[in-house]
């Protein structure tokens, strides 16, 4: 969900309200996922490296993240959405944790979409935290296969992504779902996240339809 800070700056206003702006177009694309049938949605919102940031935007998110918790669980509950969060948790605070348990086992009845929100989280983190739970496991080295390992990564719940969409204009992973990507299609949009709408979401998803996936493979000769 990348361009909240630019959309700010657009509008000489401080990042935070870029941030605040993020939440509300992510609310908007849960439901336009859910109306298109989609069953899983992963949004990065804040890495293993965001800490970096300087410390007044990073409790500010750390606010928002529980402000929009509390404005919009019921919400989401009430459109079917199933929360869960995918990260390491040990190091946000009590508060937020506790906010996240209550986001995920009030939803965990939900089916119609599963929304992921990948949250100090990092592609390297997840494989190695993987790896060292199936040591941890006792799994022996010749049994620690490309599918056993798959079970203990924090998206194990989920298949992996056919889309993956990065707005903002970069054209980069930045440490995203690594292990997951290995055979995803990857779509880049100019827009910054607080302006990516349905239209967008359909533009994605059209150019998705365009490609042709041989996961490695030969091209598909029957209908
Ligand atoms: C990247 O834009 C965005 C983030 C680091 C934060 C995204 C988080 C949210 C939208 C809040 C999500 C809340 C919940 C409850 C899931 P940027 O700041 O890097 O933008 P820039 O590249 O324009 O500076």
């Not at 979409?113 to 949250?119: D, E």
């Not at 903002?168 to 995803?184: H, K």
Request: charged share 25%; aromatic share 10%.
């Amino acid at each position: 969900m990348d361009g909240n800070g630019r959309w700010a700056k657009k509008r000489f206003l401080p990042r935070f309200f870029g941030h605040k702006a993020g939440v509300d177009a992510l609310v908007k694309i849960v439901q336009a996922c859910i109306d298109r049938g989609i069953e899983h949605l992963t949004v990065f919102a804040f890495s293993s490296e965001n800490w970096k940031r300087p410390s007044d935007e990073v409790s500010g998110l750390m606010g928002l993240v529980l402000a929009a918790v509390s404005r919009y669980l019921a919400k989401m509950g009430a459109m079917g959405v199933r929360i869960r969060i995918v990260g390491d948790r040990d190091a946000v605070s009590d508060k937020l944790r506790a906010a996240w348990n209550e986001a995920e086992s009030s939803t965990a009845h939900n089916s119609k979409l599963t929304l992921n929100v990948a949250f100090n989280y990092g592609g390297r983190w997840d494989i190695v935290q993987a790896t060292r739970k199936a040591i941890a496991a006792g799994v022996p080295a010749e049994e620690l296969t490309e599918a056993k390992l798959s079970e203990f990564m924090a998206m194990a719940h989920a298949p992996d992504p056919d889309l993956f969409i990065r707005t903002g204009g970069e054209v980069r992973i930045s440490n995203f779902l690594l292990w997951q990507v290995a055979y995803t299609e990857f779509f880049f949009s100019d827009c910054l996240w607080p302006e990516f709408d349905e239209h967008e979401l359909d533009a994605a998803i059209a150019a998705f339809h365009e490609r042709d996936r041989r996961f490695g493979g030969v091209k598909e000769t029957t209908a």
